[in-house]
Structure formats: C-alpha cells, structure tokens
C-alpha cells in the first residue's frame, strides 16, 4: 500500500502550488456559460478577456506574467465554486509526475502512509 492508495483522504492544504505553477488550464464547452454566469460577464467577454485559445479548439484560462492563472486573486480562487474540472480533479483523479514535490496535501499523505 502506497499513498497513493489513500487519495479519498486528501485534503488541501492551500499552499496554492497548483494554481502558481505555470501549465494549460483547459476549458470546456460546458464551463464557460457557468463561469461567466459567476463573473457576471458574457460568454463572449469570458472568452476574449480570460482565455486563450491553443491546440485548436481547446480554451485555456490565461496565465498571468508569472505563470499564475490569471483567476487567482491573492490566496483566492476567483472562480473557486465554479472551477474547472481540471482544478477540482487535480490531485486525486489526475496529477503531474513531479505533484508529490509540491503539493503539501499529497505530502501530507504521504507522510503518514509512506
Ligand atoms: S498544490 Fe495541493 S495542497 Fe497545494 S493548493 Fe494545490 S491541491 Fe491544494
């Protein structure tokens, strides 16, 4: 038994090391009327201000200069109850290769079931 094995007991930590990390936070189709809902803002205007467009057709939430994604206000998640799937899954249903040198909540279980 690994750590692994015990992802149904994470628990975020906040240390906000998925959000800052530079990376492609996609979008889909089905987000972008829930997310422009909370922002109180058109689709349209979801789209052109908070998203690029890569690997046609897939949107991305921009990052900022530093990498950060752009939804990140201080230590807070602009759009948080509405996030994207890839935000809510992340590290329990996917993860980077690298997730256990910087997510304190996957360091976390894995001090315990290590
Ligand atoms: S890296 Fe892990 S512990 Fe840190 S905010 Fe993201 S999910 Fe939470």
Redesign the pocket.
Known sequence: MSYLDHLDE??????????TNPGYIYIATNEISRISEHLNITEETFVNSFCDLIEKPRLTLKNKPDGSCLMLEGNTCRIHSVKPAQCRD??TRWKTQD?LE?????QALFTIYK
Do not use: M, T, V
């Open positions: 994470f628990q975020c930590q906040r240390c906000l090391k998925c959000c992340f590290p997730a910087y997510c304190k909540g996957l």
